[in-house]
């Protein structure tokens, strides 16, 4: 539990099963920067030129979900209220219109309701993540960005619960060569450095991504070394929440192939075509098709 502080009760859409949810972030390990125990998560915002820690406590139950927010300090509970706001990607409305003409959502649903992608709102967050999850396993991916955060980040606190921090200047300037020296790849090294260098400089602003469409912000993000479609599909779905379906990713081939397609595995393009009806709930079905698969049920 969390010592007392500033604190704000928020409800969230329904349904959605917070802690089953906000297990991603410890399934293939403690990364630091997004920490979750089973019942706080623990996370960082900049707000007003500083980065600020702030943490979310599960309440309510899946029908009716709710997340108490906390600070250290009140200046920031605005922030970190909004920050909770933004913390799933949900498309309830349209959703439930999928549920009702799809046998298959309906059904995953009916077993792990409420079950929902986390996002990561922050761009070089979500690029570094993505960067270190290149073609190794997700728990090597995990242990990799601790170590980066641990080396060039920022430690914050709230209730006494420690958090770290990307800190874009410091990893901006760093030497990919002292990236290698954590277990990244050379290329690897190169790319985050290169990412930190595109935010820091304004040429990648999230602010400006957000006005532009899809194949827009995909055509800026790739244009950029070491980010794939791949990439920018994900930030797509997980840092802007737009109904994206990630079809190039492993996972997401695996789960529509067994869901949709006998069981084999699809190229891209059959991955797209198998998922053109899940429209402006995309996001939400493949976090539960993906959760399928990592439970290791069959949709």
């Not at 706001?85 to 059904?107: K, N, Q, S």
């Not at 429209?279 to 539960?288: E, F, I, N």
Request: charged share 25%; proline share 6%.
């Amino acid at each position: 539990m969390l010592a007392a502080m500033p604190t704000a009760e928020l409800d969230l859409p329904g349904p959605l099963d917070v802690p089953r949810s906000l297990e991603v972030f410890r399934r293939w390990g403690d990364d630091l920067a997004d920490r979750w125990d089973g019942e706080v998560l623990v996370r960082t915002l900049r707000h007003d030129g500083a980065t600020v820690a702030w943490a979310a406590t599960p309440a309510g139950d899946v029908a009716s979900p709710r997340l108490r927010v906390s600070v250290d300090d009140p200046a920031h509970l605005d922030a970190a209220v909004v920050a909770a706001e933004g913390l799933f990607v949900t498309a309830p409305e349209p959703f439930e219109a999928l549920r009702a003409g799809d046998p298959v959502v309906a059904a995953v649903e009916a077993r792990h309701p409420g079950v929902r992608g986390c996002r990561e709102p922050d761009l070089l967050s979500a690029l570094v993540r993505l960067i270190s999850a290149q073609q190794v396993n997700l728990r090597w991916a995990a242990t990799t960005r601790a170590r980066l955060v641990r080396a060039t980040g920022l430690v914050r606190s709230v209730g006494g619960r420690e958090v770290w921090a990307l800190d874009p200047q410091r990893l901006a300037a760093t030497d990919p060569a002292e990236l290698r020296t954590l277990q990244f790849t050379t290329r690897k090294a190169e790319y985050i450095v290169g990412a930190a260098v595109e935010v820091t400089s304004g040429h990648l602003d999230l602010g400006t991504l957000r006005e532009r469409g899809d194949e827009d912000i995909v055509s800026r993000l790739t244009a950029v070394r070491g980010l794939g479609r791949w990439t920018a599909e994900w930030v797509l779905a997980r840092t802007l929440g737009r109904p994206v379906v990630v079809a190039g990713d492993l996972g997401v081939r695996k789960a529509v192939g067994t869901a949709y397609l006998g069981g084999r595995m699809p190229a891209e393009a059959e991955v797209r075509a198998a998922t053109a009806h899940w429209g402006p709930a995309a996001a939400v079905a493949q976090a539960v098709l993906l959760h399928t698969l990592v439970s290791g049920e069959r949709p």
